[in-house]
């Protein structure tokens, strides 16, 4: 014979609280994807809830509007980046600006490589809006205090002198915000082993030439 709650006098049991679907992360991570794959312009909260499979209530209940996403997928690029590029430009302990030039390229490559679709949706704001604005603005203070790294490593004699310490920070963007367009975690080559070979061939490129040695 079954029982059931009514005939053993046990309370019912109580349904989970809270809203079913998605939690916030997830409706992060799928708006980003979104963003990405189809412009953020072109994707509505609409869009999302149907890729989500849920009401646009339920994805209101996370975040009060599609800017609202944008926003916390663009402070997820730039607050690692600004951190690593921040704790470099301020170090006192003597360290060689090379050293800490180096050190922060290395940990830009791993935050990149980590947070990879929210750094390629930075890397693709155009300035449509002024939120768009505000990350753009945040990223080129980043770039500065990297080149400032780049002009004090070169000033030291640390880094090639036949090469224009502007052009060595170009070169160094390049390299590493080129990292959205093949790098994709999960294959052969962790983000430790990434950031490793890129500072390798950056800076033993960059070495400054002995005098009578022709590169």
Do not use: C
Not at 49 to 61: C, D, F, P, Q, R
Not at 95 to 102: D, G, K, Q
Not at 107 to 112: D, E, G, S, T
Not at 113 to 122: F, G, K, R
Request: hydrophobic share 45%; no cysteine; aromatic share 4%.
């Amino acid at each position: 014979m079954t029982t059931d709650a009514t005939s053993t006098g046990a309370p019912p049991a109580r349904r989970p609280r809270g809203r079913p679907g998605h939690d916030r992360e997830a409706v992060l991570r799928t708006a980003i994807d979104l963003f990405n794959r189809r412009g953020y312009d072109a994707t509505s909260i609409s869009d999302l809830a149907a890729e989500l499979g849920v009401t646009k209530s339920a994805v209101y209940h996370h975040f009060v509007s599609k800017e609202a996403l944008l926003a916390a997928a663009l402070d997820e690029a730039l607050e690692g980046l600004s951190s690593a590029v921040e704790a470099a430009s301020v170090a006192t302990d003597g360290e060689p600006s090379s050293v800490r030039l180096r050190t922060t390229v290395e940990a830009a490559v791993r935050i990149l490589a980590d947070n990879l679709p929210a750094v390629t949706l930075l890397l693709r704001v155009r300035g449509n809006s002024v939120l768009e604005r505000s990350a753009m603005e945040r990223r080129r203070h980043i770039d500065e205090r990297l080149a400032v790294l780049v002009r004090q490593a070169a000033a030291e004699g640390d880094l090639r002198g036949d090469v224009d310490p502007d052009v060595i920070s170009r070169l160094i963007f390049g390299m590493v915000n080129s990292l959205t367009d093949w790098y994709r975690p999960g294959g052969p080559m962790d983000a430790d082993a990434l950031a490793a070979t890129i500072s390798s061939v950056l800076f033993e490129g960059l070495r400054p030439v002995p005098d009578g040695v022709v590169r």
